[in-house]
């Protein structure tokens, strides 16, 4: 077993929504980006639904969530597990990101989205009980993961998920 590490927030300036995912997987930790697999789909969905070229370099894609108000992390801030798989990591190993501090940063955050059912449950279970009050009664939505792993559901499907949950969202 290996002790894994996340990314630092995407933190957008005025952050409207913020999508989490619970831990990158080995593909974005050797490039060291957000979704670096190449069969992800947060990027295509991404790239749909702001309207921007999925052709973009990382850093440009990262600039145009931003532009939008779109803040990214990870639930876990560290975990242990074997693989890319969420399946994998031991529980008991979990330490999540600094919440607090980052709605502290992000007074303008109207709702957290989760990229799958393990960052929705990590969040629920690690992060939820230490929230203060207004954070932790913000609107927590748990999507489909993008990831490759996930096949139960078509990308066509995925993307209409996403482009729903988006769309509820006031900014």
Request: hydrophobic fraction near 40%; include cysteine; glycine fraction near 6%.
């Amino acid at each position: 077993m290996s002790q894994v590490q996340s990314f630092p927030p995407i933190e957008p300036a005025s952050a409207q929504v913020l999508i989490l995912g619970s831990m990158p997987g080995r593909a974005s930790l050797q490039a060291q980006r957000y979704y670096a697999h190449p069969r992800n789909a947060f990027w295509p969905i991404m790239s749909t639904l702001l309207g921007f070229d999925l052709e973009l370099p990382y850093e440009q894609r990262l600039a145009r969530l931003q532009a939008a108000g779109v803040g990214l992390w990870d639930v876990l801030q560290t975990c242990t597990r074997d693989s890319s798989l969420d399946s994998d990591i031991v529980e008991s190993s979990i330490v999540a990101n600094d919440f607090a501090g980052w709605f502290e940063r992000h007074p303008g955050t109207q709702a957290v989205l989760c990229n799958g059912r393990k960052a929705w449950e990590s969040y629920r279970r690690h992060v939820l009980p230490a929230l203060p009050a207004p954070s932790a009664g913000l609107p927590l939505h748990c999507l489909p993961s993008t990831s490759p792993a996930y096949a139960a559901m078509s990308f066509s499907d995925k993307l209409k998920t996403w482009q729903a949950a988006l769309a509820r969202m006031k900014y």
